[in-house]
């Protein structure tokens, strides 16, 4: 499950952009820790939150799987 989140959060982004993943210009280690998140997506507890920036957007991945962006659930890690 950690390894993919990271892609899919990416995914999520690209899908507001309305762009394919591969055409984003982003990395998501200047704006967090992609180990925190993995680490926190195979966590036992799913009562957690967190939030980033990125440069424009604002990103939110829930321990009960939802990426939001900018306010919208625009996916869900597995």
Do not use: C, K
């Not at 959060?9 to 993995?38: C, F, K, M, N």
């Not at 009562?47 to 829930?62: A, C, D, G, K």
């Amino acid at each position: 499950m950690g390894e993919f989140v990271t892609t899919q959060i990416i995914e999520a982004i690209a899908e507001v952009e309305g762009t394919e993943p591969e055409h984003l210009d982003i990395a998501l280690e200047r704006y967090v820790s992609t180990d925190a998140i993995r680490e926190l997506a195979t966590h036992d507890s799913d009562s957690w939150r967190l939030q980033f920036e990125t440069q424009n957007h604002v990103v939110q991945v829930m321990g009960n799987n939802a990426i939001i962006v900018d306010g919208e659930q625009r996916g869900t890690f597995t």
